[in-house]
């Protein structure tokens, strides 16, 4: 499968920056993803809140289903990353 370019990548990212509400994010991404892919994100973005409150590896295992090496590179990615997900947490914890 050929690489999709910088533009492609923007052009995703634009239409999801459209969405209005919670319903529409629900009908776009069940389009867009299969029912494992978004299982997989959701545990992913369970991990990395439950990374944030320090609870311990195997908690998070045993709560998500997700494997201790998937849990690392999210705690990687929480640290180290990009910042998105230091962001969203900021945003969304109340």
Same mark, same amino acid.
Request: proline share 2%; charged share 35%; aromatic share 10%.
């Given at each position: 499968? @050929?690489?999709? %370019?910088? @533009?492609?990548? #923007? #052009?995703?990212? =634009?239409?999801?920056? !459209?969405?209005? %509400? ?8 069940? #389009? ?13 973005? @369970?991990?990395?809140?439950?990374? %944030? ?5 195997? !908690?998070?295992?045993?709560? =998500?289903?997700? %494997? ?10 929480? *640290? *180290?990353? *990009? ?6 947490? *900021?945003?969304? =914890? @109340?």
């Amino acid at each position: 499968m @050929k690489k999709p %370019s910088i @533009k492609e990548i #923007d #052009d995703l990212y =634009t239409a999801i920056l !459209q969405l209005e %509400s919670l319903d529409e994010c629900r009908r776009f991404f069940g #389009d867009l993803l299969t029912e494992y892919e978004v299982k997989e994100f959701v545990k992913r973005w @369970k991990a990395a809140r439950m990374l %944030s409150e320090n609870i311990p590896y195997t !908690q998070i295992e045993e709560e =998500t289903g997700l %494997s201790t090496r998937t849990i690392a590179r999210v705690g990687r990615w929480l *640290k *180290k990353g *990009k910042g998105g997900y230091t962001m969203m947490l *900021k945003r969304t =914890t @109340k």
